[in-house]
């Protein structure tokens, strides 16, 4: 019995749907940028075909021609159901979202909306590297504060970082990761509330970035950082790239909490946009 089960489950298993050449037919940068022999792990691709209702979106879209401008907020609505299901957060309010062309840049919209330049930019290392690039391009300056032997965010050492980054009463912002690439550590509730009260103690904003949010598992409990007591006024970036392989098609979200009303009419609504995110 056990046999037929495992056979059943071996013939709809999606990594075995795809064979090595089929890969390799793809033209994305895991297959493209490197030599045969190397398989770079570190790019977030999925070596599975699409999910069927994805696909089949995506190719009505492109069979009737409707790769416009996107409008209408068919993409947070998406989100906003599927927080509450997976999650059981339904504080996503759609009116406080913003599309943005892919989560990096809509971190550097986000520092730009709390932060001037030259401002500190604290980042929990080793964190991933695009970080350290994407702030520096936002014209801000990077204050590290390391994860703890545990892998975990030491909240001593994130103070100590606050007080360098506020030196001066100049504005900072907290770049958070959740959960945090690489180590695929999720943060707790109690631990997300004591960042918040920390960065509400410290006067710095917090920017979470969430884009790994939908592909950790529902016993892991990820905590939306926008949910935790004292995270109103931050700021998140969430994606359907990670979760459903479309880094391609580029599509973020920047989510506003309900405290970060005041940030949110200065938003530059005209630089932003997104591909298909009404598909
Ligand atoms: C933590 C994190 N943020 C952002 C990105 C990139 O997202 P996007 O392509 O939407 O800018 C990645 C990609 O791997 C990532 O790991």
Not at 81 to 96: K, S
Not at 200 to 226: N, S
Request: hydrophobic share 45%; proline share 8%.
């Amino acid at each position: 019995m056990s046999s037929v089960l495992s056979g059943a489950r071996a013939a709809t298993n999606p990594l075995r749907q795809l064979t090595i050449d089929q890969l390799r037919q793809r033209t994305s940068l895991k297959w493209r940028e490197y030599p045969d022999d190397v398989l770079p792990l570190w790019v977030a691709e999925m070596d599975v075909p699409l999910a069927e209702p994805v696909a089949r979106a995506i190719t009505n879209a492109v069979a009737r021609g409707d790769t416009g401008y996107p409008a209408g907020t068919a993409y947070p609505e998406a989100l906003s159901e599927f927080a509450r299901r997976r999650w059981g957060w339904d504080g996503l309010a759609v009116e406080r979202t913003a599309l943005v062309p892919d989560v990096m840049h809509g971190v550097t919209e986000a520092l730009r909306l709390v932060t001037e330049a030259g401002d500190a930019v604290v980042v929990n290392c080793p964190v991933y590297p695009p970080f350290y690039a994407f702030v520096a391009h936002a014209g801000r300056r990077i204050v590290e504060a390391p994860l703890g032997d545990d892998l975990r965010i030491d909240l001593d050492t994130l103070e100590d970082a606050f007080r360098r980054a506020r030196a001066g009463g100049r504005p900072a912002a907290y770049l958070l990761c959740n959960p945090h690439n690489p180590t695929g550590v999720v943060h707790t509730v109690d631990e997300l509330a004591a960042v918040a009260s920390l960065a509400q103690r410290h006067g710095v904003r917090v920017v979470a970035d969430e884009i790994h949010a939908p592909v950790v598992d529902a016993e892991a409990r990820f905590v939306p950082y926008l949910s935790v007591p004292g995270a109103e006024n931050g700021l998140s970036l969430m994606s359907a790239s990670k979760g459903w392989n479309l880094p391609g098609l580029r599509g973020g979200l920047l989510i506003a909490g309900p405290a970060a009303a005041a940030t949110w009419p200065a938003f530059p609504t005209t630089s932003v946009s997104a591909p298909a995110t009404s598909a």
